[in-house]
């Protein structure tokens, strides 16, 4: 039987002539020359310095990483710091039962997950004040995209109104989705408003600076005017706030970084999107979806 280590480092010197006359080529060597452009092929070595051990190489990359200066960040913009208390690691993050957990009878996905997928949603949904969520997406940009497209299926139009105070990685990633969809960005004062007819209007709680604004007057004006009040949030800060559902915002976008995902200069950060129930058939297009929850 042939060795385990033979199997898997690679083809044997025999397996690549066989592969080489197979295609017609005299060597590896004479198949790079002709596949690679001379113009980017290296014609030395690598400067690579002497093998290590595994703990001499973590020892060279703690003395690097030493070397940082943790700066400590004041501003808001929607990415924190966090802190995970010890009960929720032992009992969530470093508990098997909700990684490895499955049944043979669902093949596709881990029951563990499931299980954690729909207690995502029942959270979101909770702080919120919406009846449907989904789990999830990339950041909070990427959901505000989302949130976008769907207004844009609900209501039609060209235009939607981003308020001045929406985080601006939100703005510029809406800006990059919108082009290609034929959809202009109006950015202008929250207080304002939009001074012409958009589709639906964004609106950040807390904003990026931290401050709050009176968001169930401005959602009463968005549909005074016919538009679709979407709403980024901070799950964390909705323990205190009111919930922008209860506010009358049409969708609630946001990210669950501050639930001890670590900042990760950026993402991904389990971000969600929610609606209201009768919103949800626009979230699955072309698909009927029931949740049967049944309790012992």
Not at 63 to 78: P, S
Not at 124 to 136: E, K, P, Y
Request: contains cysteine.
């Amino acid at each position: 039987m042939t060795a385990f280590a033979n199997r898997h480092i690679g083809p044997s010197s025999t397996e690549i002539k066989t592969m080489c006359a197979t295609i017609g080529a005299p060597s590896l060597d004479a198949l790079i020359d002709e596949t690679v452009p001379p113009a980017i092929l290296l014609q030395r070595d690598l400067s690579l310095p002497a093998a290590r051990s595994e703990e001499e190489a973590l020892a060279d990359l703690r003395d690097i990483m030493a070397e940082n200066k943790i700066a400590t960040n004041h501003l808001g913009m929607g990415i924190y710091g966090t802190h995970t208390p010890a009960v929720i690691r032992r009992n969530i993050l470093e508990n098997p039962g909700w990684y490895t957990a499955y049944t043979p009878y669902q093949a596709e996905i881990a029951q563990g997950r499931l299980e954690a997928l729909l207690n995502f949603q029942t959270m979101v949904c909770d702080l919120t004040g919406m009846q449907i969520s989904n789990a999830s997406l990339l950041d909070e940009s990427t959901a505000a995209a989302e949130a976008m497209a769907l207004c844009h299926d609900i209501k039609g139009g060209d235009a939607i109104f981003v308020a001045d105070h929406v985080h601006p990685q939100t703005l510029a990633v809406l800006q990059t989705r919108a082009e290609p969809l034929g959809i202009r960005i109006l950015v202008g004062s929250s207080e304002n408003g939009p001074q012409e007819s958009v589709f639906a209007a964004l609106f950040q709680y807390p904003a990026t600076d931290g401050s709050i604004c009176d968001l169930e007057r401005l959602v009463a004006r968005t549909h005074e005017s016919g538009a679709l009040a979407i709403v980024a949030t901070d799950l964390l800060a909705l323990t205190l706030l009111k919930p922008p559902g209860e506010c009358g915002a049409d969708v609630i976008i946001g990210s669950s970084q501050r639930f001890g995902v670590a900042p990760g200069f950026g993402g991904p950060h389990a971000a969600f999107l929610a609606t209201r129930d009768d919103h949800k058939r626009r979230l699955l297009p072309g698909r009927r979806v029931q949740l049967r929850i049944t309790r012992p």
